[in-house]
């Protein structure tokens, strides 16, 4: 069963070792945060740094992993349509809104979102590390390292799946911030499907 984000909110939700997580932007052009913690030990999280380190690449997609601080492969990325995704910036906030858009209303964005959603699970404001962006566009200058956050290149019905390494809880989002999603604000899809049988 497919499930879906309402336009700036967030869920959490556990996989089991082989599930499938689809993630799909069903209109085009819109974010997903998506942080991942193990499910038996959550101070276990997702990691940028390692992630760049043992892929050796920031340009991830179909066939790389996604690593753990504890340097333990979490998520394998199966399928991409997208091709285009961002693990350098951190969850938008309020303070991303002040610094960034002083003159639009504040908004608690993704960090916010992902902290009351993964609270259930023992999961604090401290513990969110910077997530893997779905879909967000996010080039770098080559010369000067400089980078930009431009709108999403992904189309309507544009997916990303990824298998669990391990039992996880999971973080999602639909994006809150204004250039990330090109000024406008939409609903992210996800489902998940087991080893056998259908989706649930």
């Known amino acids: 069963m497919t499930e879906r984000i309402a336009p ?16 799909i932007d069903p209109d085009g052009g819109q974010v997903s945060d998506l942080l991942a913690y193990a499910r038996d030990d959550v101070r276990e999280a997702i990691s940028n740094g390692r992630t760049f380190d043992y892929e050796e690449t920031i340009s991830l997609t179909t066939g790389n992993v996604l690593w753990s601080n504890r340097s333990r492969r979490m998520l394998e990325i199966v399928e991409d349509t997208a091709g285009r995704h961002d693990f350098l910036l951190t969850p938008c906030s309020v303070d991303t809104f002040r610094h960034f858009y002083p003159d639009k209303p504040e908004h608690r964005g993704c ?68 250039a990330s999603n090109g000024g406008t604000f939409k609903p992210i899809d996800y489902r998940i499907e087991k080893p056998s049988g259908p989706a649930r």
């Not at 939700?13 to 993630?23: A, H, M, T």
């Not at 590390?129 to 709108?151: D, H, K, Q, W």
């Open 111 to 178: 960090f916010g979102n992902l902290a009351e959603a993964l609270a259930p699970y023992g999961i604090g404001e401290e513990a969110i590390p910077t997530a893997f962006n779905v879909f967000m566009n996010v080039p770098v200058e080559p010369e000067s390292g400089r980078i930009a956050v431009l709108p999403p290149t992904t189309e309507r019905g544009d997916r990303i799946r990824l298998r669990a390494l391990m039992p996880l809880v999971i973080g999602l989002t639909a994006c809150s911030a204004y």
């Open 8 to 23: 700036r909110s967030g869920t959490a939700f556990v996989l089991d070792q082989g599930d499938e997580l689809v993630v």
